[in-house]
């Protein structure tokens, strides 16, 4: 489906962010639009598409902070903010990478993925870039291995 007509017939949802009217579908509604712009970030990664990246992530963000009292929690939520905290070291956003790293929960912190990315940035800002280099075979997600190749890039 084209990613233009998605995001028209999205905005027939009434509770979507930032409206948040509350109607009878709003679950169920919050939950498609999450899992489409979490599919959207997955497909720009395969695609190699950074700019596609961050739009979709700023479009997902408010499923998981603003809409997460509304929501089961996503099984690729973690992945995702971890793969974002990723995106941002190859790109050198190093102030951002920490922001981010503040509006996590501690439970997030404890997470697999999260502690890839902050594991990462420690070795990278030590300079231990062998770490670096031998991390990506111990990435927590498939969609982890575009990053990593970026970063080991950089640290060539």
Do not use: W
């Not at 962010?17 to 509350?22: A, G, I, M, N, R």
């Not at 961050?54 to 998981?64: A, H, S, T, V, W």
């Not at 905290?85 to 993925?113: D, G, K, M, W, Y």
Request: with cysteine; net charge negative.
């Amino acid at each position: 489906m084209d990613p233009k007509l998605t995001e028209v017939l999205l905005t027939g949802f009434r509770n979507l962010p930032p409206l948040f009217e509350d109607t009878p579908n709003a679950v169920h509604e919050l939950t498609i639009a999450r899992d489409i712009y979490e599919h959207a970030i997955v497909l720009s990664v395969k695609l190699e598409d950074q700019d596609a990246f961050e739009r979709d992530f700023f479009q997902l963000k408010p499923y998981y902070t603003d809409a997460c009292n509304r929501l089961p929690p996503s099984p690729q939520e973690y992945p995702i903010l971890g793969l974002n905290l990723l995106r941002l070291l190859v790109q050198n956003r190093i102030a951002e990478f920490h922001t981010e790293l503040e509006l996590l929960s501690s439970t997030a912190l404890e997470n697999p993925c999260i502690k890839h990315a902050v594991e990462l940035e420690q070795s990278f800002m030590e300079g231990a870039y062998n770490r670096v280099l031998s991390a990506r075979q111990t990435v927590p997600h498939d969609t982890y291995v575009y990053f990593m190749d970026l970063l080991a890039k950089t640290v060539r």
